[in-house]
């Protein structure tokens, strides 16, 4: 069963239906919980080949309505959420610098409905050592100046030493240089992944967007009908099509940009990475 299904129950099993007026508002909790999800895959730090750090510390803005109706339960949900949060890093073992915790603030130039996800990392006293056990260790201090970013206008701060007994990382300089592209006559394949499912590019363009005309669907209120379009090509890119809230690719806004395989594309609270492979 997936980590937001058993959230999803939970939710529905606590303190006889106390969530029952929650799952009235605009905004689901299972939906902060994806969006929680999406915003540790996009902040995924790789420390060394057994250890990808990612935030522990989250901020969910809601529209006055909403916060209105979630507020009374902030507490418990959460917890909950946080739950949610430990249980999709064990699944993707993800590992994290402190405690997890999620905040609700009220964002009013949101509207009903919207939700924004913002975070960072803070680390704890002992956390530079080793990841987060599965017991809650003290509140924890940040581990660099600087506060949440949404969307993330960058990685989060790197651990500044390795676990003891692992190699630190060469320098970027000093380490091999990855191959610029494709090689010259290679048949290459293009395809994204969404939410862990699979779309080929077999065309030279192709468009994504909430529009059914789109050639992938984005179930997503904060994308366009027709949001962007990925260009197939030496190199590849992706083109912005005047969507109203942009995009952002590996952690920048931008309207143009090159892609590489591995490159993430953030379109309202939806994360697609783009992969190519010869072959």
Not at 4 to 33: C, D, H, M, W
Not at 43 to 51: F, G
Not at 245 to 253: K, L, P, R, Y
Request: charged share 25%; proline share 9%.
């Amino acid at each position: 069963m997936g980590v937001l299904k058993k959230f999803e129950q939970r939710l529905e099993g606590l303190v006889n239906g106390t969530f029952a007026k929650v799952f009235k508002s605009e905004v689901q909790p299972v939906e902060i919980a994806g969006a929680l999800q999406r915003e540790c895959d996009n902040n995924a730090t790789i420390w060394n080949r057994e250890r990808t750090v990612v935030p522990n510390d989250f901020i969910v803005e809601l529209s006055a309505p909403d916060y209105e109706r979630l507020s009374p339960y902030s507490g418990q949900l959460g917890d909950e959420l946080s739950g949610m949060v430990r249980d999709y890093a064990k699944q993707q073992r993800y590992t994290f610098m402190g405690p997890i915790k999620v905040h609700l603030e009220k964002a009013d130039d949101l509207d009903t409905g919207l939700y924004r996800v913002r975070s960072r990392t803070l680390a704890s006293s002992t956390s530079q050592a080793q990841p987060e056990r599965a017991e809650r260790p003290a509140a924890g201090r940040p581990q660099a100046p600087g506060g949440y970013g949404y969307p993330p206008a960058a990685a989060p701060p790197m651990p500044s030493a390795p676990p003891p007994g692992r190699p630190a990382q060469a320098p970027a300089a000093q380490r091999p240089a990855a191959p610029a592209g494709p090689q010259p006559g290679a048949r290459v394949r293009h395809w994204i992944e969404i939410n862990g499912t699979r779309h080929q590019i077999s065309r030279p363009t192709l468009v994504l967007g909430r529009s059914t005309e789109a050639d992938v669907r984005i179930d997503d209120p904060g994308v366009s009908r027709r949001h962007c379009e990925i260009r197939t090509g030496t190199p590849s890119t992706i083109q912005d099509l005047g969507s109203t809230n942009g995009i952002v690719v590996d952690g920048q806004h931008t309207t143009r940009a090159t892609l590489r395989d591995g490159s993430r594309i953030v379109v309202g609270q939806t994360t697609i990475v783009y992969r190519q492979a010869e072959g």
